[in-house]
C-alpha cells in the first residue's frame, strides 16, 4: 500500500499558513508528498519553508494561477487537483496549508487505509475538524463551520477537488474547468474515520488575518469586488469576544509547536467583554445559528444533524486489523 500526501500554496508564508507544520504532520506515514506551489511574490518564503524540510519523499510543482479563468475560488480547487493528479499512490491524503494532524491519530489513519485498500466501493475517508479561532486555547463548534470533511481518497481521475477546494466529488466527465457545476456529479462513498484535522486557518496575528481574508475574498469575487468591499475596512480584523467559545485543553500537533511560539498578539485579542465589531457578524455569532448550536449539541448529543454534508457514510468493518 502506497500513501500520496498533497496539497496546494501560493503566498503561504506571506499570508502566515503553517505549511511546513502541516506537510510535517502526515509526512512520516506518506510514501510521497506532492505540492503545487503558485507564483509567489517576491517577498514569500513558502518554497524556502518547504525546502527546509529536506525529505526525498517531497515533489514541487511549480504552478501559475489564473483566477480569471477559474473564478469564484475554483483556482483553489484546480491547483489542487494539479497536486492531486501527479500523485501515484493507492490512497491520496489532502491537507490544506493551514490544516495539521495530530501524530496521536497516525497509526489509525494507517491501519484503516489497510483496511479498506481492497474495497473500491470505499472511495474515501471523512474526518472530523476543530476549528481553532483568534488563539490556540479557543474552537468554534458552530452550525455555519464545518464538522467534518473528506481527506483522504482513493487514487481515480473522476475523483476531483471540487467548487473552492474544501471537498471533493466523483466528476466521470469532467470539462475541467467549472468546478462548481454539480451536473453528472456525485458524492463519495466514505468511511467516517476516527481521527480529527486540526485546523488553523483563524489563527493570526489580527492584521495578518485581515489580509489573508482580503486574499481569499479577491479569489473568490475578484479585485474590483474586493477594491470596493475593503474601501472603508479597518486594516485589522476583531475576532470578538473568545471567552464565547469553546475551550480547548488538550495538547496542539508537536510539529506545530515553533510555530505556536510565535504567538504573541494575546494583546489584541478580546477576553470576556463586550466589544463593537468593526465588521459583518460571522456566522456563529447570528442568532440563528446559535439556535441552531444550542439544538444540536443538547437535543441531540452534540450530533451534527443541520449541517453541510457533501458524502454517503458506509457502514465500517466490525474489526480493524
Keep these: 500500500m502506497k500513501i500520496s500526501g498533497f496539497t496546494m500554496a501560493k503566498n503561504a ?22 505540492i503545487a506551489l503558485g507564483d509567489n511574490d517576491n517577498d514569500d518564503n513558502t518554497l524556502q519553508e518547504i525546502e527546509s524540510i529536506n525529505s526525498p519523499k517531497i515533489r514541487i510543482i511549480r504552478t501559475v494561477w489564473d483566477i480569471e479563468k477559474y473564478p469564484r475560488g475554483m483556482e483553489n480547487a484546480h491547483q489542487t487537483n494539479i497536486a492531486k493528479e501527479a500523485c501515484t499512490g493507492d490512497w491520496l491524503f489532502y491537507v490544506q496549508a493551514d490544516e495539521v494532524v495530530h501524530e496521536k491519530y497516525l497509526d489509525t489513519i494507517t491501519e484503516t487505509c489497510k483496511t479498506y485498500l481492497n474495497m473500491p466501493e ?8 476543530k476549528h481553532f479561532f483568534g488563539d490556540y486555547d479557543h474552537y468554534i463548534k458552530s452550525y455555519g463551520w464545518y464538522q467534518h470533511e473528506i481527506r483522504i481518497v482513493r487514487n481515480t481521475k473522476d475523483i ?9 466529488r466523483k466528476c466521470p466527465n469532467f470539462n475541467g474547468l467549472d468546478y462548481r457545476d454539480k451536473t453528472g456529479t456525485s458524492s463519495l462513498n466514505v468511511i467516517a474515520i476516527d481521527a480529527e484535522i486540526y485546523h488553523y486557518g483563524w489563527v493570526r496575528p489580527p492584521e495578518l488575518m485581515q489580509k489573508k481574508k482580503k486574499s481569499l475574498d479577491t479569489i473568490h469575487k475578484g479585485q474590483q469586488t474586493v477594491n470596493e468591499l475593503y474601501k472603508t475596512q479597518a486594516d485589522y480584523f476583531e475576532y470578538g469576544d473568545l471567552n464565547k467559545l469553546d475551550k480547548f485543553t488538550d495538547t496542539h500537533p508537536s510539529v506545530l509547536s515553533v510555530w505556536i511560539k510565535k504567538f504573541n498578539w494575546k494583546d489584541k485579542l478580546t477576553y470576556g467583554k463586550h466589544i463593537e465589531l468593526n465588521r459583518k457578524k460571522m456566522k456563529h455569532e447570528r442568532l440563528k445559528s446559535k439556535l441552531i448550536t444550542l439544538t444540536e449539541r443538547y437535543l ?17 468493518k466490525k474489526t480493524l486489523k
Excluded at 18 to 32: F, N, R, T, V
Excluded at 122 to 129: K, N, P, S
Design 122 to 129: 470505499v472511495e474515501g475517508f471523512l474526518f472530523r475538524y
Design 13 to 34: 508564508d506571506k499570508l502566515y499558513y503553517p505549511i511546513k507544520a502541516s506537510i510535517e504532520s502526515i509526512l512520516p506515514i506518506c510514501d510521497e508528498f506532492v
Design 160 to 168: 476531483i477537488s471540487f467548487a473552492s477546494a474544501q471537498s471533493f
Design 300 to 316: 441531540f448529543f452534540g450530533k451534527n444533524v443541520f449541517g453541510y454534508s457533501n458524502w454517503n457514510i458506509l457502514k465500517p
